[in-house]
């Protein structure tokens, strides 16, 4: 069921939400209040689809947020609810925020956040430069942003550094939640010797790869190096070399190690629906992110 509001309240939206609930049932087992950032329409289907097939696993209350020219224009509210099956477990409420109106986002969201239940913010494009200061992020207790959508995807996540507060993550760091867990795996068998040095690999625009970079360079001693290139990880230790490589379109993935026989993992590039859902799992602060993005500064780029 979909529902548009021109020219609206958040009183007359509120109404209305009560209305729906009355004639088929109110949404019940939601775990939390999901903000959707976003600047345009242009990726508005997309986020709704994501945060819906993470609301199978995250019952949510969904509120998009699209603000347009703040400067221009006299202020005008425009809504859009989804209700039901178009809103997967939860509801979405679309808010596009006109005029001078964009400038108190915040403001027009409180009213639809559900009581006593968390709040997590998610900007799916450009995100502020610090998060936890932007109005809509000191509504939340987590914070997501995603550099690869950004117009310069290695200047997005290198500009984490210094906005970072806890609570801070980016769905490019769920993206490399499978290659850490199979390089972890992989050197927690003998030789058990340290990393010497490690070159990451790939394509220029993909920030997954600088932050895998950035979390190798918080955690070995020897140069970390990112390289343009085919899609794999090196880890060289004194008597032996790790490598994970895979195709850039491919699903599968190779695991070689010195003195071993290859081994073929599944590695599929993960969608933005498990990232989110993956990083609404934990609400508490993801230190090792923050380490990783702290380690981003030791990255030697060839």
């Not at 903000?35 to 696993?57: F, H, K, N, P, R």
Request: charged share 25%.
């Amino acid at each position: 069921m979909i529902i548009d509001l021109p020219g609206t309240s958040t009183k007359a939206i509120n109404k209305k939400l009560n209305e729906l609930r009355e004639q088929v049932g109110a949404a019940t087992g939601r775990v939390l209040s999901l903000i959707i950032a976003l600047g345009s329409d242009a990726m508005l289907d997309e986020s709704i689809a994501a945060a819906t097939l993470a609301g199978q696993e995250h019952p949510s209350r969904v509120i998009v947020v699209v603000t347009g020219d703040t400067g221009t224009g006299e202020a005008r509210l425009d809504a859009q609810l989804r209700m039901f099956g178009d809103a997967g477990a939860g509801e979405v409420v679309v808010l596009r925020l006109c005029g001078p109106l964009a400038e108190h986002a915040d403001a027009v969201v409180v009213p639809f956040l559900l009581p006593d239940i968390p709040v997590v913010a998610w900007w799916p494009e450009v995100a502020p430069a610090a998060p936890s200061r932007d109005p809509l992020g000191a509504l939340a207790v987590r914070r997501i942003t995603d550099a690869t959508n950004a117009p310069d995807p290695l200047a997005a996540i290198q500009s984490r550094r210094s906005g970072y507060r806890a609570g801070d993550t980016d769905l490019s760091w769920s993206r490399i939640t499978y290659w850490r867990a199979l390089l972890a795996s992989a050197l927690d068998q003998p030789p058990y010797e340290p990393i010497r040095s490690a070159v990451v690999s790939g394509l220029a625009t993909e920030p997954a790869l600088d932050i895998l970079a950035g979390w190798l360079a918080s955690r070995i001693e020897g140069p970390v190096r990112r390289a343009v290139g085919e899609l794999k990880i090196e880890l060289v230790r004194d008597s032996q070399t790790v490598t994970l490589s895979r195709p850039q379109d491919g699903v599968t993935g190779t695991l070689s190690c010195t003195g071993k026989p290859d081994a073929l993992v599944p590695l599929p590039r993960r969608v933005t629906a498990d990232c989110l859902a993956e990083d609404l799992r934990r609400l508490d602060p993801d230190v090792v992110y923050g380490a990783a993005l702290s380690g981003l500064e030791k990255v030697e780029y060839l």
